[in-house]
């Protein structure tokens, strides 16, 4: 069964501290790797990494993918405290039906303090 | 619309009522995905449609779950004979593609609590 699992699930820093954020997966036919901000409800899109794009960047934020270990790493550095928030994982996972569902992880709860 | 658009917000459902979840999706977007997100938990599939056709529909926990998307736009999530297990988020999320969740967008969610 696919499967993802995050790490920490819990995670208290100081505004400026740099945050890794862990993610591993099981999955068959792996084809890519999602990260998603969750402020309240709506999870929002980060990142997308796949085999052809193992590493991405977007100010603060970097992610990469290491297909080797099965895992993921979503970097936030100089952390504010607008960067609380749930950090969720997720890969498309693909029944017999043929849909692509995400398969989520629990999540990473981060909260940054001033 | 501009995005996913769910309603209610919040619903408070004593415990045996039916209730009904709508998600609006944006405007031409062929997929659209049902997740429920307990307390602490991530998002978990439901289930999914494409168009007005209901492809997948095996994370549905009981049969007391229905849902459809009668004209292959606004769906309905309906929860029969709700329990206090049922209490969680629903999230809705559509997409253009075909077959494809990457980059879908979500809505806000509907907070349903069971007492």
């Known amino acids: 069964e696919d499967k993802v699992v995050q790490s920490p699930l819990s995670l208290v820093v100081h505004e400026g501290d740099t945050v890794t954020l862990n993610c591993s997966y099981e999955v068959t036919n792996f084809r890519s790797l999602l990260w998603y901000k969750q402020e309240k409800k709506a999870p929002t899109f980060l990142f997308m990494l796949t085999s052809s794009g193992i590493e991405k960047k977007s100010g603060r934020l970097s992610s990469i993918l290491d297909k080797k270990e099965l895992s993921s790493i979503l970097n936030i550095t100089a952390t504010q405290t607008g960067d609380s928030a749930i950090y969720l994982c997720?890969?498309?996972?693909?029944?017999?039906?043929?849909?692509?569902?995400?398969?989520f992880g629990k999540g990473t709860k981060l909260t940054v303090n001033p | 619309g501009a995005g996913v658009s769910q309603s209610p917000r919040y619903k408070v459902a004593k415990r045996g009522q039916d209730v009904a979840l709508r998600c609006d999706p944006i405007?031409?977007?062929?997929?659209l995905f049902w997740y429920q997100q307990a307390l602490g938990q991530g998002p978990e599939f439901l289930t999914y449609?494409?168009?007005?056709?209901?492809?997948?529909k095996s994370g549905l926990p009981s049969d007391r779950f229905f849902a459809e998307r009668p004209e292959g736009s606004v769906s309905t999530l309906k929860i029969q004979r709700t329990q206090q297990e049922d209490s969680a988020v629903y999230l809705c999320a559509s997409s253009l593609k075909r077959y494809m969740n990457t980059e879908a967008f979500f809505g806000q969610g509907t907070r349903l609590t069971v007492v």
């Open positions: 449609f494409q168009n007005e056709a209901q492809l997948d």
């Open positions: 997720a890969t498309p996972g693909r029944d017999q039906g043929g849909s692509e569902k995400l398969v």
């Open positions: 405007s031409g977007h062929v997929s």
